[in-house]
């Protein structure tokens, strides 16, 4: 059973806007 | 939208007279003037030189901003406790947990529904400038849409009947 790289941009959404909220979070407490 | 020049040179000088405030809280508080006038500037209707002048005089110097942020006490004092209420201080919570846990593992087991929602917390959560929150979304809607453009054209191309046929 193949996946669809199309249906992989679906975490990557949300992962990557968590990476980034995670990352403004981090540089604004040091 | 590229920032006015106006509105660069006012925050400048905005940065350089906030120097005595730690470097989060003149970051943010650059942040929340700019933010200040694009809705201003939003508001006016107009993003002409006038009206950036306008919205600009009714803000202030920017030296005056900086001494009603620094009040009569002059400025804090950086060996003071840090306050727990301030939000740019305090570390994440459940708000912010939950909404990163949607945003990752709820991307996974809920495709499409799982980001949504953990956005939903995201813009609930105090944690996050306005603009952070923002970009996270346009992240989120950008690769989401993506996806689904994507995936319209995979169907588009499956439902076209074919048309070579081999000999």
């Known amino acids: ?30 | 939208m590229e920032t006015d020049p106006l509105v660069r040179d006012y925050l400048g000088r905005l940065e350089a007279a906030a120097w005595m405030l730690p470097g989060d809280r003149r970051r943010e508080l650059g942040e929340e003037v700019h933010e200040h006038i694009d809705a201003a500037l939003a508001a006016a209707g107009r993003q002409d030189e006038v009206a950036v002048r306008n919205v600009l005089e009714r803000l202030g110097r920017p030296e005056e901003i900086i001494a009603a942020e620094v009040g009569p006490g002059g400025p804090p004092n950086p060996t003071q406790a840090p306050d727990p209420a301030d939000p740019a201080r305090r570390s994440m919570g459940g708000v912010e947990i939950i909404a990163l846990l949607l945003l990752t593992i709820g991307a996974i087991f809920l495709p499409l529904i799982g980001p949504l929602i953990g956005l939903v917390f995201v813009w609930s959560s105090s944690y996050w400038t306005r603009n952070q929150k923002l970009v996270a979304t346009v992240i989120v809607a950008v690769l989401l849409l993506i996806t689904i453009a994507g995936l319209a054209v995979g169907s588009g191309s499956a439902a076209q009947p074919q048309t070579t046929r081999s000999m």
């Open chain 1, 1 to 30: 059973m193949s996946i669809e790289p199309v249906y992989l941009l679906i975490p990557l959404a949300g992962i990557a806007a968590a990476v980034f909220l995670v990352a403004v979070g981090l540089r604004r407490r040091r």
